[in-house]
């Protein structure tokens, strides 16, 4: 057992502690340690990233309305035959799909780490030494979402069984999700 020194009143106090014995002072739960004295991550697991990931769902669906809607008001007023246009129709689809790219790549790579579900959940995605991940790393992580969902969404489920909770697209990109 670890002693260490409360900050109010001086009193020792055990480490594992929710309060001190001497003034009641309050602790904040403190994250575990491995054995080398470095702070362990909580790894997140398979249902707390699936309700972000239908959070992120919500967000990008509306998201994606709101543009399509602005996109077609647009288009038809220059011109109301451009609507039924099926490479309008494709092109539409595919600024759809390069915004919801943008989303995750550029949210997992930000200063918050997470994307609006992540933050809801309180996750955030990190490298394998708890850094910040770039766009790269994002977007070599959103590949291999493709590649999870292309194997019949195993690779996600890889997360229910792996030691760091990582799915196929964290292996992929070398990322975990932690809770922030």
């Known amino acids: 057992m670890t002693i260490i020194q409360c900050s109010d009143c001086g009193g020792a106090v055990s480490t594992k502690a929710e309060t001190c014995p001497h003034c009641g002072r309050l602790f904040e739960p403190q994250p575990p340690l491995s054995s080398d004295g470095e702070v362990t991550p909580t790894y ?9 990931y239908v959070i992120d769902g919500v967000v990008v669906t509306v998201g994606g309305g709101i543009l399509g809607f602005i996109i077609g008001l647009v288009a038809g007023l220059v011109s109301p035959d451009t609507l039924l246009n099926p490479v309008f129709e494709t092109l539409t689809g595919l600024v759809g799909g390069l ?6 790549v550029f949210m997992h790579s930000s200063s918050k780490q997470a994307t609006l579900g992540k933050m809801a959940m309180s996750l955030k995605v990190t490298d394998l030494d708890g850094e910040r991940i770039g766009v790269g790393k994002s977007f070599l992580r959103l590949i ?19 030691e760091r909770k990582q799915g196929l697209h964290d292996k992929i990109a070398g990322t975990l999700v932690v809770r922030s």
């Open 44 to 52: 997140a697991g398979f249902w707390v990233r699936f309700c972000a």
């Open 99 to 104: 915004a919801s790219a943008a989303y995750f």
């Open 144 to 162: 291999g979402t493709v590649v999870s969902a292309v194997l019949l969404m195993i690779g996600y489920l890889m997360v229910a069984f792996t």
